[in-house]
């Protein structure tokens, strides 16, 4: 019995000295914990918080851009704000822990004195671990400018087709000096404007809608072109067709009346065209080889199929109205014919004063000649030039209307 109380001794004192240390880690670690969880959550909601401003970003440069658009459609002050809030509230930004701040033009920056949109965007991001620290928020903001650039006339150019590749093309030899005056194509497309060959131009800007592709360096007053720009407004959307008339018009005489001629208009020989308008049905309007082909104050609107096509020699001087519904509009082609093609050549001696409008067709200007003064412009679905021309900018005392180009809006702050 004496031998077996050391042994029971020293087995209490080993197990009160393991209780003492189990005691003593748990009280360690319980009064560690707090910091431990509150150590990880820190790093997780400063993860949060960092994506938190990232997205507040985007909707800042989402919102500044909303609110250019609207400055761009010409809308007052509370438009553009309202513009820019709900563009914000559709991005995720919570009206209910923020606030957002709209400037036309900007409050402070290099943008100051220029026509642009800036947006400051607060917003109160929660806390979720930390919370167990304080209760006060985190306050996070994001500032964007969008600026809006305003470009020349496109006074001689314009493709419309919102998708076509190499909408406005400029190939083979050709040479195309523009004064005053931005080459647009509306289409989507990469190439949506392109110069090829050994073809050269020379414009204040090209402006796309999608992009623009360049064998040859162009020369322009805007440091670069401009791509990703909004499409513009078609100029001759109100423009009504004109209506069939009878009888039908002979088409066999030396000097032509305005009306209606059914069975299409091929002209040879010396061809005078009376003012007036013309409306061309089931047939083309052909300038065939040596003709030539003479008329001031005419419109020629090309019913359903009719499409344009004159012949390399033949000499075509005509000339749109200067006043009237008509005004500065030489060719007029059916905007519900979608798939025609219209090709306009000529020898050098030719002028086509006015626009050849053909909305929805294609049009092929292969001639080395516009129109007098300068004064041709192309709007149609899509525009190929191959002939060399000089274009000019102010056409108006001939009753042609200024093609406004787009503005473009970028985000630059």
Same mark, same amino acid.
């Given at each position: ?22 005691? #003593? ?58 513009a820019a809030t709900l563009s914000a509230t559709t991005n995720g930004w919570r009206p209910s822990t ?12 290099? #943008? ?38 305003? =470009?020349?006339? =496109? ?8 998708? =076509? +590749? ?73 423009? +009504? ?8 018009q002979n088409a066999k005489l030396s000097t032509l009346s305005p009306g209606t001629y059914c069975s ?23 300038? #065939? ?6 008329? =001031? ?90 002939? #060399? ?13 200024n093609i406004p180009a787009t503005q473009s809006v970028r985000l630059v702050e």
């Amino acid at each position: 019995m004496e031998m077996g109380r050391p042994i029971s001794r020293r087995l209490v004192r080993c197990l009160r000295r393991g209780v003492g240390t189990s005691g #003593n880690v748990a009280t360690i670690f319980a009064l560690s914990l707090p910091i431990v969880v509150g150590a990880a959550g820190l790093g997780i909601e400063t993860s949060y918080w960092y994506f938190s401003s990232l997205k507040l970003q985007a909707v800042a440069d989402a919102a500044a851009y909303a609110g250019a658009l609207e400055k761009v459609s010409g809308s007052d002050k509370p438009t553009i704000v309202a513009a820019a809030t709900l563009s914000a509230t559709t991005n995720g930004w919570r009206p209910s822990t923020g606030t957002i701040e709209v400037f036309t033009p900007p409050s402070f920056g290099p #943008n100051v004195a220029k026509k642009a949109v800036e947006v400051i965007v607060h917003q109160n991001l929660d806390r979720f671990f930390t919370s167990i620290f304080t209760q006060n928020a985190i306050s996070a903001q994001a500032r964007a400018v969008a600026l809006i650039t305003d =470009a020349s006339k =496109a006074c001689a150019f314009l493709a419309l087709n919102p998708s =076509a +590749p190499r909408a406005a093309l400029f190939s083979g030899s050709s040479t195309i000096t523009m004064t005053g005056c931005s080459v647009m194509s509306n289409s989507i497309a990469a190439d949506a404007l392109k110069l090829q060959g050994s073809a050269k131009l020379q414009a204040d800007c090209l402006i796309s809608a999608g992009g623009v592709s360049l064998s040859n360096p162009v020369t322009t007053v805007c440091a670069s072109p401009i791509t990703q720009a909004l499409p513009a407004g078609d100029p001759f959307a109100d423009l +009504p067709a004109p209506p069939a008339t009878i009888p039908c018009q002979n088409a066999k005489l030396s000097t032509l009346s305005p009306g209606t001629y059914c069975s299409g208009l091929s002209l040879s020989g010396n061809v005078a065209l009376s003012p007036g308008v013309y409306v061309i049905q089931g047939g083309d309007f052909k300038a #065939n080889a040596n003709a030539n082909i003479s008329g =001031a104050g005419v419109i020629i609107y090309l019913a359903g199929s009719a499409g344009v096509s004159m012949n390399g020699n033949a000499t075509v001087k005509l000339s749109a109205p200067t006043s009237g519904t008509y005004t500065g509009v030489l060719f007029y082609g059916d905007r519900g014919y979608l798939t025609g093609s219209n090709t306009f050549n000529g020898t050098a001696d030719s002028l086509l004063t006015g626009a050849l409008y053909f909305p929805t067709q294609d049009v092929n200007y292969l001639g080395n000649f516009s129109g007098k003064g300068g004064c041709t412009q192309v709007v149609a679905g899509t525009l190929q030039w191959s002939g #060399n021309t000089s274009i000019s900018q102010d056409c108006t005392s001939l009753g042609m209307r200024n093609i406004p180009a787009t503005q473009s809006v970028r985000l630059v702050e």
